[in-house]
């Protein structure tokens, strides 16, 4: 157990390791844009670190393959404590499409535990940010309104939902799906999944899904991603 000192000098000048999984690189390009100068992370004390021994908290993304497990817990065990992991896009919190491959063997959270997930394909900066406020405890009050044509937070009326399943159809990294009720078979939605393309958007016949102007998705509890 850390003392109230420790964790109070973690806060205040936490250090970054970020670790690129197996991935597209998309999330890669964009934490690089958020440890750069115009975000200025340096706000929020956060140093950027070249190896994990000097790093509190480990920001991952992409996705967990047989040869990649052993690596990341590696990793893990060579960091600083509090070791704090920070799950960065679909892939490193689901494995994003590429889940059902036959060489990916778990999720980042199954390997080793995380404290925060940010979900997207990729994430966008102030996404990430908004993250390692959260990590940090230290979330603004008010958000920033997405801008015009982002890849935002899909949301669901249920109440006019008819579970016709379109929507099951057409999504390429099968985000929603059929779940068998009690009573009756429903859609269910995990953004864990989601890249955010909005297809299922498109084709719903009685327009419950829509795309709002919401990116700050972070959240410590993955229960949060099911719409």
């Known amino acids: 157990m850390l003392s109230t000192g420790a964790e109070d000098t973690v806060k205040k000048f936490p250090k970054v390791y970020p670790l690129a999984l197996a991935g597209c690189?998309?999330?890669d390009i964009e934490i690089i844009a958020t440890l750069g100068p115009r975000f200025d992370q340096d706000r929020l004390g956060i140093e950027v670190v070249n190896s994990p021994k000097d790093a509190h908290i480990l920001m991952v993304n992409g996705t967990v393959n047989r040869k990649l497990k052993k690596h990341l817990n590696g990793i893990y065990k060579q960091m600083a404590d509090p070791r704090i992991v920070v799950a960065v896009g679909s892939c490193a919190i689901s494995n994003g499409p590429f889940r059902e491959c036959y060489n990916m063997?778990?999720?980042?959270?199954?390997?080793?535990?995380?404290?925060?997930?940010?979900p997207g394909c990729p994430p966008?900066?102030?996404?990430?940010?908004?993250?390692?406020?959260?990590?940090l405890e230290k979330c603004p009050p008010n958000l920033?309104?997405?801008?015009?044509?982002?890849?935002?937070r899909l949301?669901?009326?249920?109440?006019?939902?008819?579970?016709?399943?379109?929507?099951?159809?057409?999504?390429?990294?099968?985000?929603?799906y059929f779940v068998?009720?009690?009573e009756k078979r429903r859609v269910d939605f995990n953004l864990a999944y989601c890249t955010f393309c909005?297809?299922?958007?498109?084709?719903?016949?009685?327009?419950?899904?829509?795309?709002?102007?919401?990116?700050?998705?972070?959240?410590?509890?993955?229960?949060?991603?099911?719409?």
């Open 105 to 118: 063997c778990c999720r980042v959270d199954e390997v080793v535990p995380v404290s925060v997930y940010i």
């Open 180 to 182: 068998q009720d009690k």
């Open 144 to 152: 920033a309104p997405a801008p015009l044509k982002t890849r935002s």
């Open 155 to 176: 949301t669901r009326d249920r109440k006019i939902c008819i579970n016709c399943g379109a929507c099951t159809l057409v999504c390429p990294s099968k985000a929603c």
């Open 25 to 27: 690189n998309g999330c």
């Open 198 to 227: 909005g297809q299922c958007v498109e084709v719903c016949p009685v327009k419950c899904l829509k795309m709002v102007n919401e990116y700050e998705l972070a959240t410590s509890n993955k229960d949060e991603l099911m719409i």
């Open 124 to 135: 966008r900066p102030r996404a990430i940010l908004y993250g390692l406020r959260r990590t």
